[in-house]
């Protein structure tokens, strides 16, 4: 099982990246995520939950997002986006990808290595 982030960097205040996040593996092969989101953590911060989207059902930001990062996944590929429009400085962080998936009554965990994202002028 591998967990595959792509598309942080350096961006100036105001400007976008967009980052993306491809689950991987046999058993990717033949379930589908249930949840697929991102969470970030900045220096001297725990880690925090920044957006979740689940099929069939209205995506979750968290406030300080909202309006300006839009979670989208594509089942086919079994991978998750997060567009990230106006950043801030305080976006700066690294962000991980987050992955749970139901098989029958057992629920398990998974994490992608991080990706760096460093909004500065």
Same mark, same amino acid.
């Given at each position: /099982? ?6 942080? #960097?350096? @961006?100036?205040? #105001? ?9 991987? #593996?046999?058993? $990717?092969?033949? $379930? %589908?995520?249930?949840?697929?989101? &991102? $969470? ?5 911060k ?5 957006a =979740? ?7 979750? +930001?968290? #406030? =300080? /997002?909202?309006?300006? $990062? ?9 991978? @998750? +986006? ?11 962080a690294?962000?991980?990808?987050? /992955? /749970?998936?139901?098989?029958? %009554?057992?629920? =398990?965990?998974? &994490? ?6 460093? @909004?500065? =002028?």
């Amino acid at each position: /099982v591998q967990l595959q982030a792509s598309g942080g #960097g350096l @961006v100036q205040p #105001g400007g976008s990246l967009r980052l993306s996040c491809a689950a991987s #593996g046999s058993i $990717f092969s033949v $379930f %589908s995520p249930n949840d697929m989101g &991102w $969470f970030r953590q900045a220096p001297g911060k725990q880690r925090e939950l920044v957006a =979740s989207i689940t099929s069939g059902r209205s995506p979750n +930001y968290t #406030g =300080s /997002v909202k309006g300006r $990062f839009t979670i989208s996944r594509d089942n086919s590929k079994k991978t @998750v +986006y997060l567009q990230m429009n106006s950043l801030k400085a305080e976006d700066t962080a690294v962000y991980y990808c987050h /992955v /749970v998936l139901q098989i029958g %009554s057992q629920w =398990s965990n998974y &994490w992608g290595q991080g990706t760096q994202v460093t @909004v500065s =002028s």
